[in-house]
């Protein structure tokens, strides 16, 4: 069902409401570019409308206080504080999830970063002479317009190259999973209601694009990272093993010393809600890039970056 029969107008009126809603700026521009062509091509309607502005959450405060928070001097990332100590990883017995069976894990404490990282954040290490061009398929990552949408299209290579430069790392799969969970076995970063709208960016909320890192703060894993499910998939450091975690070591397991693909968590926002808990495994090449593939990066406790 369309907008409003008259589409000029139904447009205007929504131009008029997202321009007065609290909080709302020139920093927003994404969303009226979504809705603009939305309208052009005649496929703008109400339940597009209230969904992508759900994400926002307006009126609503994230539930989780991050432990400890710092920033990083080098790209401006704000990192999140993972506590030492064992969690549940997997999601059930390895009869049935021989690619990741439910046990016991124990990492070192370490920081992880907040957000995938962005376009702007990436762009900065290209002007540093550090980061390579993304391929051509990529054509928004240079346009200020999506500076907060994560980077995508980035190959495991560059991702770890980013992370490198920034003075950090790419998480272990194991690091990854834990960020996003927590240590009471939940199935997605918020705990185990089923995804909708408000709660993280995946085909049931019908925008079929990623949105800015900042975004759904009420799908705010336990400690304070967001989009840990949906929006855009996230390269880890491991190598992928199908059957790894059947006999993984169980301290601070680090993935396979070699093989073919490279792990990926997350899902994006092609993906249902089954796609998106936080024990799917993906894998890709290395050397390969696509539409939805980001990244985050970790950093070590005591780990700190020297000019």
Same mark, same amino acid.
């Given at each position: 069902?369309?907008?409003?029969?008259?589409?000029?107008?139904?447009?205007?009126?929504?131009?008029?409401?997202?321009? @007065?809603?609290?909080?709302? @700026?020139?920093?927003?521009?994404?969303?009226?570019? $979504?809705?603009?062509?939305?309208?052009?091509?005649?496929?703008?309607?109400?339940? *597009?409308?209230?969904?992508?502005?759900?994400?926002?959450?307006?009126?609503?405060?994230?539930?989780?206080?991050?432990?400890?928070?710092?920033?990083?001097?080098?790209?401006?990332?704000?990192?999140?504080?993972?506590?030492?100590?064992?969690?549940?990883?997997?999601?059930?017995?390895?009869?049935?999830?021989?690619?990741? &069976?439910?046990?016991?894990?124990?990492?070192?404490?370490?920081?992880?970063?907040?957000?995938?990282?962005?376009?702007?954040?990436?762009? *900065?290490?290209?002007?540093?002479?550090?980061?390579?061009?993304?391929?051509?398929? %990529?054509?928004?990552?240079?346009?200020?317009?999506?500076?907060?949408? &994560?980077?995508?299209?980035?190959?495991?290579?560059?991702?770890?190259?980013?992370?490198?430069?920034?003075? $950090?790392?790419?998480?272990?799969?194991?690091?990854?999973?834990?960020?996003?969970?927590?240590?009471?076995?939940?199935?997605? &970063?918020?705990?185990?209601?089923?995804?909708?709208?408000?709660?993280?960016?995946?085909?049931? @909320?019908?925008?079929?694009?990623?949105? @800015?890192?900042?975004?759904?703060?009420?799908?705010?894993?336990?400690?304070?990272?967001?989009?840990?499910?949906?929006?855009?998939?996230?390269?880890?450091?491991?190598?992928?093993?199908?059957?790894?975690?059947?006999?993984?070591?169980? $301290?601070? &397991?680090?993935?396979?010393?070699?093989?073919?693909?490279?792990?990926? $968590?997350?899902?994006?926002?092609?993906?249902?809600?089954?796609?998106?808990?936080?024990?799917?495994?993906?894998?890709?090449?290395?050397?390969?890039?696509?539409?939805?593939?980001?990244?985050?990066?970790?950093?070590?406790? %005591?780990?700190?970056?020297?000019?």
């Amino acid at each position: 069902m369309k907008l409003f029969k008259n589409r000029k107008l139904g447009f205007i009126l929504i131009l008029s409401i997202l321009i @007065s809603m609290a909080g709302f @700026s020139i920093w927003n521009l994404d969303i009226l570019l $979504r809705f603009y062509h939305s309208y052009q091509n005649g496929t703008l309607n109400m339940e *597009k409308f209230r969904l992508d502005i759900a994400s926002y959450n307006i009126g609503r405060r994230s539930p989780v206080t991050p432990i400890y928070e710092k920033r990083s001097a080098k790209d401006g990332m704000m990192q999140v504080y993972v506590p030492e100590g064992e969690f549940l990883m997997g999601k059930g017995d390895a009869y049935k999830n021989a690619d990741s &069976p439910q046990h016991a894990v124990f990492l070192d404490a370490f920081w992880i970063d907040k957000v995938e990282v962005s376009n702007a954040m990436y762009i *900065k290490c290209m002007q540093a002479g550090f980061c390579t061009e993304l391929v051509s398929d %990529n054509i928004y990552y240079q346009n200020w317009v999506y500076r907060d949408h &994560p980077i995508t299209y980035v190959t495991w290579v560059q991702a770890n190259e980013y992370c490198q430069w920034a003075g $950090r790392r790419l998480p272990t799969e194991a690091e990854w999973e834990k960020a996003a969970r927590g240590t009471d076995g939940r199935m997605y &970063p918020w705990g185990d209601e089923a995804p909708n709208p408000r709660l993280a960016n995946f085909s049931g @909320s019908l925008i079929h694009e990623a949105v @800015s890192v900042y975004r759904y703060p009420l799908g705010a894993s336990p400690y304070g990272a967001l989009n840990m499910s949906g929006n855009a998939r996230e390269w880890v450091a491991d190598w992928y093993d199908l059957k790894y975690y059947l006999s993984s070591p169980r $301290r601070n &397991p680090a993935g396979p010393e070699m093989g073919l693909e490279k792990s990926m $968590r997350s899902g994006s926002y092609n993906e249902d809600g089954r796609e998106i808990a936080v024990t799917h495994r993906y894998r890709h090449e290395p050397q390969s890039a696509g539409l939805s593939r980001g990244f985050r990066c970790a950093q070590d406790e %005591n780990s700190e970056y020297q000019e």
